[in-house]
């Protein structure tokens, strides 16, 4: 495709995404509801074992939780009952919406074209910054949800001509059985399917997943297990191996890093994660820097400077990666990609918004050599 947006078509553009997303955000966030309201529907879980006739062990992620009949999960979607472990999700978002596939992000996948997205509450990570706090730690019991079957988001996704599908806002793998379903029959239907996830899971789970996934945002929150255990809940070892076997799988796979001042922005531990990335995943992997902005449990901190930033671009690209982004800011230059090769912008983008394509045929419009990534 070789695309210029003129004014007025960028204007129209614009126009007729937010009429989409005047018709299909029926719910923005988890509104608090009354126990008459709230919607909540059990599907048994695919990943657990059965310890004793009350007691099962969940094994979808490194969290394990043993838990007894009656007993909730740390991702609070989760409880067994009879010795069988229940999804308590299944079927039931709190946010539906449709959005810019940029907004994922994912820059290599059909840029400009829309994501139908979808998320119920839970989240088996405590991220301190967590900016969709209201539904990630939420109870199903106490959200807005809504029933929507798994055929029907696919349907929704076709009507708004969305050519993908994100599982996002919250923890995807927290709805496992409701997106591996959705994901199937969208496959059917020549509908891509984008996981948005902290990518705290299990090899097991997270390969059966692949089998349906297309394109991946993980977030890789910084190349420290002490880190990510103390501002998220998380660990580093899961985290390494499941963006290693995603990528092995065959799905597209994006990375973010949110730069928190103080935290995780020491230049040493950012050329470590991008000396990994290269190594592991070879130099066509794009990497976005997002910007942090004071949230939930860490207001205290400042927004992350631009010249921190920049300094993280600089830093990635001097390790070999040859896709390198900034988000979360208002400077429209960071958004853009260059071909490695040539240096001239295939992908002119301002905010969320694709102004120009010159990809044809997968390769730089410019210089003819292949630019990585998932195009028509
Ligand atoms: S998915 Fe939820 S219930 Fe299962 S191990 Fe992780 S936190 Fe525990």
């Known amino acids: 495709m070789n695309t210029k947006i003129t004014r007025r078509r960028f204007i129209k553009k614009v126009a007729a995404l937010s009429a989409a997303l005047a018709g299909v955000n029926f719910i923005r966030t988890s509104l608090k509801s009354d126990a008459s309201t709230a919607i909540t529907r059990s599907k048994e ?15 979808l992620c490194p969290n394990e939780c043993v838990l007894k009949n009656g007993q909730r999960s740390f991702c609070r979607v989760r409880e067994p009952k009879n010795g069988k472990l229940y999804s308590l999700v299944y079927e039931t978002p709190c946010s539906v919406h449709v959005d810019p596939i940029e907004k994922k992000p994912i820059y290599h996948m059909f840029p400009g074209s829309k994501a139908f997205s979808i998320a119920t509450v839970g989240c088996n990570l405590r991220c301190k ?21 798994c055929k029907s988001v696919v349907d929704l996704a076709l009507k708004n001509n969305c050519r993908s599908i994100a599982y996002t806002y919250s923890e995807p793998t927290v709805f496992y059985e409701y997106m591996l379903e959705t994901a199937g029959i969208a496959r059917e239907k020549g509908v891509k399917n984008i996981w948005v996830t902290g990518g705290f899971i299990n090899p097991k789970p997270l390969r059966r997943l692949c089998s ?51 935290l995780n922005d020491d230049p040493a531990m950012i050329k470590d994660m991008c000396a990994w990335i290269k190594e592991n995943l070879g130099a066509d992997t794009p990497l976005h820097f997002s910007r942090f902005w ?42 853009n990609t260059a071909c490695p090769y040539c240096k001239k912008i295939v992908v002119k983008r301002t905010g969320y918004f694709v102004l120009s394509n010159h990809i044809i045929n997968s390769k730089c419009g410019f210089c003819g050599q292949k630019i990585a990534g998932v195009w028509d």
């Not at 910054?129 to 079957?149: D, G, T």
């Not at 394109?215 to 501002?231: P, V």
Request: net charge negative.
């Open 45 to 59: 879980a695919l990943h657990y074992e059965q310890i004793d006739e009350t007691t099962v062990k969940c094994v």
């Open 212 to 262: 349906v996934i297309d394109a991946a945002n993980i977030d890789f929150k910084g190349m420290s297990d002490k880190y990510l255990r103390e501002t998220c809940g998380e660990r580093l070892k899961p985290l390494l191996s499941t963006i290693k076997l995603t990528k092995e799988m065959g799905v597209w796979v994006e990375l973010t890093n949110l730069v928190v001042p103080t």
């Open 294 to 335: 004071p949230m939930y449990q860490l207001k205290n901190l400042p927004p992350t400077p631009l010249d921190t930033l920049k300094n993280a671009k600089a830093i990635a690209e001097m390790a070999g990666l040859n896709y390198v982004y900034i988000g979360n800011v208002p400077e429209s230059a960071t958004g």
């Open 129 to 149: 910054f967590c900016q969709n706090w209201q539904i990630s730690q939420e109870y199903p019991e106490s959200a807005a949800n809504r029933h929507l079957p």
